[in-house]
C-alpha cells in the first residue's frame, strides 16, 4: 500500500514549495529498485529517504501535527503514519496527469505517439525485470493494471521522457523455495516473450496481443497491432539496457549498502524488506535476458 501526502511549505527565500511525502509498506524494494531505474536512465523524481533519528524528522513531524490539527481526520491520519521509521521525501512535478484523466486515443497519437508507446515498452522491460508485476498485465496477466504509479506529460522532461515513475516495486519469487512453480512459471514466460521479439521484432508477439486484449476489455483503450509492435521495440531497447547495464556484482552491492542505511528499524521491517530482494531470482532473470537477447 502507498501513501501519498503533497505538502506545501514556505522555503527561507519566502517562496512557496512542494514536496511528495511517502509512505509504503514495500519501501525497501522501491528504494532498491529506484537505484536500479537511476543508473538505468528511467525517469523517476528526486528522492530521499527521511528516517526515525534524523533531526528533520522531528522538525517534519511536528511542523504536520501543528498545520493539521484543525481537521481531526487528516490529523490522526498523520499522526498514525509518523509512528513509522522512515518516508520517503520525492520531486513534486505539477501538470502531470493520473491514467484517469488522460484522453488515451489522443495521448498515444499524434507525431508523438509513437516515441511515447516506446518509452512505456522501456519501462515494461524494467517491470518484467523486476517482477513489478501491477504496472502492466504481460506477463502475470490475471494481475490487471495499476497505471495510477506513473504520471503522464504532454511536454517531454529535459531527458526526454514523456512519463514519471512514482512507484516500482520489486517481487522476488523463491525466498523459501527457489524451485518454486512459480519461478518457473515466470521465468518460462520471459524466455517465451523475449526469444518472440529479439526473434521477430517486426511480428506482435502472442504475450502482447494478449496484453492489448486485456487493456481494452478492462479498460477501453484500444490499441492497435502497430502499437503493439512500437511497445515490442521499446521492450527490446529496455532489455539491451539491462543487460549492458546492470551486472550481478551492482545487484549484489545494492543490497548491501541498503543494510547500512537505517539506524532504527522499529518492527524490523526495514530487515524483513532487505531480505525479500531475494539476489538468486534476480539473476536468473537477469541470465535469462541475456540468454534469450543475443
Not at 519501462?123 to 494481475?143: E, H, K, Q, T, Y
Not at 512500437?230 to 521492450?235: E, H, K, P, V
Request: glycine content about 4%; charged content about 20%.
Amino acid at each position: 500500500m502507498n501513501i501519498y501526502l503533497i505538502v506545501t511549505f514556505l522555503t527561507n527565500n519566502c517562496e512557496y514549495n512542494q514536496i511528495l511525502l511517502k509512505s509504503s509498506t514495500t519501501i525497501v524494494q522501491e528504494v532498491y529498485a529506484s537505484i536500479l531505474e537511476s543508473i538505468l536512465g528511467l525517469p523517476i523524481p528526486e528522492m530521499r529517504l527521511l528516517e526515525f533519528s534524523d533531526q528533520e524528522f522531528d522538525e517534519m513531524s511536528t511542523s504536520l501535527l501543528n498545520a493539521s490539527k484543525s481537521n481531526e481526520s487528516l490529523y490522526d491520519f498523520i499522526k498514525l503514519e509518523l509512528s513509522k521509521s522512515f518516508f520517503f521525501i520525492m520531486e513534486y512535478i505539477p501538470y502531470g496527469k493520473t491514467f484517469k484523466e488522460l484522453n488515451h486515443k489522443e495521448y498515444f497519437s499524434g507525431s508523438t505517439g509513437e516515441k511515447k508507446l516506446m518509452q512505456l515498452g522501456q519501462i515494461m522491460a524494467f517491470d518484467i525485470f523486476c517482477n513489478n508485476w501491477d504496472r502492466l498485465p504481460l506477463i502475470w496477466m490475471d494481475n490487471g493494471t495499476n497505471f495510477s504509479n506513473i504520471l503522464f506529460f504532454d511536454t517531454p522532461s529535459k531527458e526526454g521522457w514523456y512519463f514519471l515513475l512514482i512507484n516500482s516495486n520489486m517481487t522476488c519469487i523463491g525466498n523459501n523455495n527457489p524451485i518454486s512453480n512459480s519461478n518457473k512459471k515466470y521465468i518460462a514466460r520471459i524466455k517465451s516473450l523475449v526469444y518472440s521479439i529479439f526473434r521477430n521484432p517486426s511480428v506482435e508477439s502472442t504475450q502482447v496481443k494478449k496484453m492489448r486484449e486485456i487493456i481494452s476489455k478492462y479498460y477501453k483503450i484500444n490499441l492497435s497491432s502497430s502499437s503493439g509492435i512500437l511497445l515490442q521495440r521499446g521492450i527490446l531497447h529496455g532489455i539491451q539496457l539491462i543487460v549492458n547495464k546492470i551486472t550481478p556484482s551492482i545487484l549484489k552491492d545494492t543490497k548491501e549498502k541498503l543494510k547500512h542505511l537505517i539506524k532504527i528499524d522499529f518492527n524490523s521491517i526495514w530487515k524483513k524488506g532487505i531480505e525479500s530482494i531475494y539476489l538468486p531470482f534476480l539473476l536468473d532473470v537477469l541470465e535469462n535476458l541475456k540468454n534469450q537477447s543475443f
